[in-house]
C-alpha cells in the first residue's frame, strides 16, 4: 500500500523567506505522481504542482518548486519569498497510475504561518 | 466556469439519522471521489466511482453509502451506523491529469 508522510505538523517562516516542506513517500510501483496541494482556512483544496516519477526535472511553479529526490522517495516542496497569503495548510499526495482506481493518497499535512 | 458544487455548506443532523451530501460536476470528467478530513489531519478515502453505476469502497467506507446514476453526481450518504460522522467532506473529480476539487461540506452532530 502507498503511503504519504509529513514530519512536520507546523512551521513558522518569515515573509519574505524561504521554506521547505518535507515529505516522504512509500511505494513499490516505478510510474506514480506526486502532488502539493495548499488548503487555506476556508477549506478548497488548490492544486499547486506537480511531479512525474518519470521526470527528469523537478517541477517549478512560479514561487513553488518541488525537490525530487527519486532514490531517497522524498518530494519536499519549496516556497520562496514567502507571503502572507501562504499561510495555510499544505498536503503532499501521490498518485497511484496503475492501481484501478486512479486514487490519491494525502499525507497528514503540514500547517505553515508566515509572520510579518 | 467548469467546476464541482457541494451543497450544503454546514450541515448538522442528529445522532440517528441519516444525511446526504450532495456533489455535482460540469468537467465531464468520468472519476469522482469522496474524502472525509478531521481536524488538522489529511484526507481520506471514503468511496470512489470511475463511471457511471459503478464504484468502490475506499479506505474508510464503514458507514457510509453513495451512488452513481448519473456522470454528473455522486452523492454521499452518511448513515446512523457511522459513529464518529463530524468532520469536513471533500467530493473530487479527476482525469488522468489531475483532480478537481469541491469546497466542502462541513457535517456536525448535534
Known amino acids: 500500500a502507498q503511503k504519504i508522510t509529513q514530519t512536520q505538523p507546523g512551521m513558522f517562516v518569515q515573509e519574505k523567506e524561504a521554506v521547505t516542506l518535507d515529505c516522504t513517500y512509500d511505494t513499490s510501483d516505478q510510474s506514480y505522481g506526486l502532488f502539493w496541494y495548499k488548503q487555506p482556512s476556508s477549506g478548497e483544496m488548490i492544486f499547486l504542482i506537480y511531479q512525474g516519477s518519470y521526470d527528469e526535472q523537478n517541477a517549478t511553479e512560479g514561487r513553488y518548486s518541488l525537490n525530487f529526490q527519486k532514490a531517497r522517495k522524498s518530494a519536499n516542496l519549496v516556497i520562496s519569498a514567502s507571503q502572507l497569503g501562504d499561510s495555510a495548510m499544505y498536503f503532499c499526495a501521490m498518485r497511484d497510475t496503475k492501481a484501478a482506481g486512479n486514487k490519491l493518497t494525502f499525507g497528514g499535512g503540514t500547517r505553515v504561518l508566515v509572520k510579518p | 466556469d467548469g467546476g464541482i458544487t457541494q451543497s450544503p455548506k454546514y450541515l448538522f443532523r442528529k445522532e440517528g439519522q441519516n444525511v446526504t451530501l450532495s456533489c455535482e460536476q460540469n468537467l465531464n470528467h468520468d472519476a469522482m471521489y469522496w474524502y472525509r478530513q478531521d481536524p488538522g489531519q489529511g484526507l481520506r478515502l471514503i468511496y470512489y466511482?470511475?463511471?457511471?453505476?459503478?464504484?468502490q469502497k475506499g479506505d474508510i467506507a464503514e458507514g457510509y453509502s453513495v451512488s452513481r446514476e448519473k456522470k454528473e453526481s455522486f452523492p454521499l450518504t452518511v448513515t446512523s451506523a457511522q459513529k464518529n460522522p463530524t468532520a469536513f467532506y471533500l467530493c473530487?473529480?479527476?482525469?488522468?491529469?489531475?483532480?478537481?476539487f469541491g469546497s466542502g461540506t462541513r457535517l456536525t452532530v448535534v
Open positions: 473530487a473529480s479527476s482525469t488522468h491529469w489531475g483532480w478537481t
Open positions: 466511482s470511475q463511471i457511471v453505476n459503478d464504484f
